[in-house]
């Protein structure tokens, strides 16, 4: 499965998905970073209090260093921090242009579904709360997650699926509360 997980800038997507991967306790997992280096993933890993000898920490924009890493180690979680921030070779543009993630995305997904390895995608929304990039969703998702900050440590995740016709409409909201970092 992929699960595009997306919110506003500094609501905690991050840490969010950093918390559920060293709580897993089902298998390996690899965390790709393209923003942070693996020294400040490890702090803020060391501020959740928790740790997963299970969960390895990749830091870089090639979509093809992350694959080669992923065929090696064959997690059974793959995470993805961010998506716009990756880029392929096989496309000739900036990352976090339509075409990288586009290509990205595809070839994330193919693999996921070849190697049967649940992948997660952290998406940005511009300051338009708008995705930065089009996600090309299958199976009538017409909306990515999103998250929303309804008060100190407490998040809401949003789920919004929508087939046609509109009588198929599922609307999921989650409140989780987050301990505060110490």
């Known amino acids: 499965s992929m699960i595009l997980l997306g919110g506003e800038p500094g609501i905690g997507k991050s840490t969010l998905v950093l918390q559920f991967a060293l709580h897993n306790r089902c298998g390996k997992v690899l965390y790709v970073s393209g923003e942070e280096s693996i020294s400040q993933i490890?702090?803020?890993?060391?501020?959740?209090?928790?740790?997963?000898?299970?969960?390895?920490?990749?830091?870089?924009?090639?979509?093809?260093?992350?694959?080669?890493?992923?065929?090696?180690?064959?997690?059974?979680?793959?995470?993805?921090?961010?998506?716009?921030?990756?880029?392929?070779?096989?496309?000739?543009?900036?990352?976090?242009?339509?075409?990288?993630?586009?290509?990205?995305?595809?070839?994330?997904?193919?693999?996921?579904?070849?190697?049967?390895?649940?992948?997660?995608?952290?998406?940005?929304?511009?300051?338009?709360?708008?995705?930065?990039?089009?996600?090309?969703?299958?199976?009538?998702?017409?909306?990515p997650p999103g998250m929303t900050c309804i008060r100190k440590n407490v998040m809401v995740i949003r789920i919004n699926r929508d087939n046609t016709p509109a009588t198929n409409r599922l609307i999921m909201y989650f409140a989780i509360a987050i301990p505060p970092l110490s």
């Open 42 to 143: 490890k702090m803020r890993a060391q501020r959740l209090g928790t740790e997963n000898d299970e969960c390895l920490f990749l830091s870089g924009n090639s979509l093809e260093m992350v694959l080669q890493h992923a065929r090696a180690i064959l997690p059974d979680l793959l995470i993805i921090d961010s998506i716009q921030t990756l880029a392929t070779e096989a496309v000739d543009s900036i990352p976090g242009s339509l075409s990288q993630i586009r290509e990205c995305t595809n070839t994330l997904l193919r693999f996921s579904k070849e190697n049967t390895i649940s992948t997660i995608l952290i998406g940005h929304i511009t300051k338009a709360r708008i995705f930065s990039g089009t996600f090309l969703c299958s199976d009538g998702l017409k909306g």
